[in-house]
């Protein structure tokens, strides 16, 4: 398996590295700029799930509802990316080998198990410690 890696400075802040689909999201959200992203034009299965992943780093989206027709009518979000961010870095590799892709999701944004920030360090260190996922 492939896993995309960012390394970027968000708002002037800390470098972090994010990997995976939320790097993937982070990637889409700067390339779309003020038009922002919605699933059904950036089809991916958890939009909301990268979304609450890059806010949680730091980063500020605005979440806009927006109405959609069809059979199927009702409401869709547009994402749209507010922070400054500096893409330091981006690469494309293996995953690491040596945990299922259920172990490397627990363990967060980077292959350390953190995001980057010693906030959020803090935070799964202590939740592991309790005995969290």
Not at 16 to 32: D, K, Q, S, Y
Request: proline content about 4%; charged content about 20%; glycine content about 12%.
């Amino acid at each position: 398996m492939t896993m995309f890696t960012l390394k970027v400075r968000i708002d002037a802040g800390n470098a972090i590295v994010i990997v995976g689909r939320a790097a993937w999201a982070l990637l889409e959200l700067l390339t779309a700029g003020n038009i922002g992203c919605t699933y059904i034009d950036n089809p991916a299965p958890r939009w909301s799930g990268y979304i609450h992943k890059l806010r949680k780093l730091g980063a500020t989206i605005d979440t806009l509802q927006e109405a959609h027709g069809g059979p199927f009518a009702g409401f869709h979000a547009r994402y749209v990316l507010r922070s400054s961010v500096t893409v330091l870095k981006a690469t494309v590799g293996a995953a690491d080998a040596h945990s299922s892709p259920t172990e490397r999701h627990r363990r967060g944004f980077d292959s350390a198990g953190t995001s980057g920030t010693p906030e959020l360090a803090n935070n799964h260190a202590r939740h592991s410690e309790a005995g969290g996922a």
